[in-house]
């Protein structure tokens, strides 16, 4: 596998960030960006630890606003 994608929102009812891997097992999260990133590190280094780990990860982060028109 050469890229492995996490789709990234943030936890609106805790704060923080929760990232889901497409097409994997894989489930984190961070309260911080920085955590979160050293999280998906962590969790997809044991995830593949008996086999072939991805090259690249990214991190696609959702974000999501409702704007009141009156």
Known sequence: ???LVFN???DEFDGGFVAVAVGESIV???????????????????YFEDSVAPQRIRLHLHLEQVLATA
Request: aromatic share 4%.
């Open 28 to 46: 984190t999260q961070g309260d911080t960006w920085d955590e979160l990133r050293d999280m998906v590190m962590d969790a997809t280094k044991l």
């Open 8 to 10: 990234v929102t943030p």
């Open 1 to 3: 596998m050469e890229e």
